[in-house]
């Protein structure tokens, strides 16, 4: 039957892969399980195959579904493949033309979940009883590593939906902050340390409340056109900026490609940074001092939507080393924690196989602090550092600074 919606993958996206092969040895799904349907090149003949005509059935939702989307392969593809776009539009015919309740549960929580916040202020607070009563025994198989791995809720900072922070010093203009769909729950000492940082570094900070989830995980499960609506109501909240911070690789690389989502996209794409960027800059530039040696260590986890998608490295890595850390590597080909949204809960196996190597890539290093740049790689690292027995932090690398900076020169919290 072949394709049935706008979304599909584009016929000159698929012609441009001529079938060499690099990109095989860079896919963490191909390196686990060695099958030519778990590669970029099995993936995209899948895709033509379906464009030639092929229905989509149950074994294509598979081949695609395995994937992680964590964009390694466009990397190394010489023909500049755009995988990730491909892979989006392939999800998105599979939404549409293979419903059931599986989609559907699905649907509720990447769409109508992450877009009120009403619902996740209840499942933060379900969340936050389960981890003070230790009901880890009584949640379902899939949740339990979630659970070990999110912050301790208890007690949580403040929404900071709808803040105005001004600048300190002389101003270098707005930045909006996107404060995400569980960032803004889960991740509050990583928006105090961002507001703190932006502030000192010259930019008045606002937190529109008109703006919603960023809309990268329903991209990723095939709901493009929640996707597109997202975009567009973030669009419209966040244009007036002149630079839209955000603390959650996955959303910023999400972001960065609004271009593909909405009309007049590009324009608020241009300004999308992620916090990494921002505050590396300010360091360069002396706006940030630069801190004291502690003598410790810090093992850096590239998220792959930092490293692959928006090629982000040595900003974490001059953050780190600004605080006074010595940055450690952990994985010179950056290979996927497993996390990739909701992977964990619908692939639980491959997905725990690429969270127990990174876990043990960090105890090879014998540091006791791990920076995470994504709030999903954060969860699965702490999941699988606990399971092997590791007691290793897990953190932000602008919270790495900003508890430094606060040490130094103490300033309320999120100032
Ligand atoms: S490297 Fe690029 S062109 Fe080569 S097989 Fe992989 S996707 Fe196709
Ligand atoms: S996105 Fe990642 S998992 Fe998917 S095909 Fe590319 S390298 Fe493999």
């Known amino acids: 039957m072949g394709w049935v919606t706008d979304h599909a993958p584009h016929p000159d996206d698929l012609a441009s892969c001529v079938q060499c092969g690099l990109c095989l040895p860079s896919c963490p799904t191909f390196r686990l399980t060695g099958l030519e349907t778990a590669s970029p090149r099995g993936r995209l003949t899948a895709m033509a195959a379906v464009a030639a005509g092929r229905p989509v059935d149950n074994r294509f939702a598979e081949i695609m579904g395995s994937c992680l989307q964590c964009r390694a392969c466009e990397v190394v593809c010489p023909g500049f493949v755009p995988f990730g776009k491909a892979m989006e539009g392939a999800r998105a015919e599979v939404a549409a033309q293979l419903p059931g309740l599986g989609r559907r549960i699905r649907w509720l929580v990447t769409v109508r979940m992450l ?18 009563l230790r009901l880890k025994k009584l949640t379902p198989r899939p949740f339990r590593g979630a659970l070990t791995g999110v912050r301790p809720l208890a007690g949580r900072p403040d929404s900071v939906l709808a803040t105005n922070w001004p600048a300190v010093g002389e101003s270098r203009g707005v930045a909006a902050l996107l404060a995400g769909c569980v960032m803004d729950q889960w991740f509050g000492d990583v928006h105090a340390a961002t507001i703190g940082l932006l502030t000192r570094s010259g930019y008045e900070v606002i937190v529109p409340p008109a703006q919603t989830c960023c809309g990268a995980l329903a991209a ?95 900003q974490p890595r001059a953050i780190l080393a600004a605080a006074g850390f010595t940055a450690l590597e952990i994985d010179p080909d950056g290979r996927c924690c497993g996390a990739a949204g909701i992977y964990s809960v619908l692939e639980p196996e491959l997905s725990s196989q690429l969270g127990k190597a990174k876990a043990e890539q960090i105890r090879a290093t014998r ?22 027995g590791m007691t290793a932090r897990v953190a932000h690398p602008v919270e790495l600074y900003w508890e430094r900076l606060q040490e130094r020169d103490p300033q309320p919290a999120g100032r």
């Open 115 to 132: 877009r009120s916040r009403a619902v996740i202020r209840v499942a933060t607070s379900l969340i936050s009883l389960a981890q003070v």
């Open 220 to 314: 990723h499960d095939g709901w493009a056109d929640a996707a597109r609506e997202m975009a567009a109501a973030n669009i419209a909240a966040l244009e007036d900026a002149d630079v839209v911070v955000v603390n959650a690789a996955g959303c910023s690389a999400h972001m960065k490609e609004y271009g593909h989502w909405a009309k007049d996209g590009a324009r608020l794409a241009g300004k999308v940074m992620d916090v990494t960027e921002v505050v590396a800059a300010a360091i360069e530039e002396g706006r940030l001092p630069r801190l004291g040696e502690t003598g410790q260590t810090v093992a850096v986890q590239d998220p792959c939507h930092l490293r692959h998608v928006q090629r982000v490295t040595g």
């Open 367 to 388: 540091s006791k602090t791990v920076s995470s740049a994504n709030p999903g790689c954060e969860i699965q690292l702490r999941s699988h550092l606990a399971e092997s």
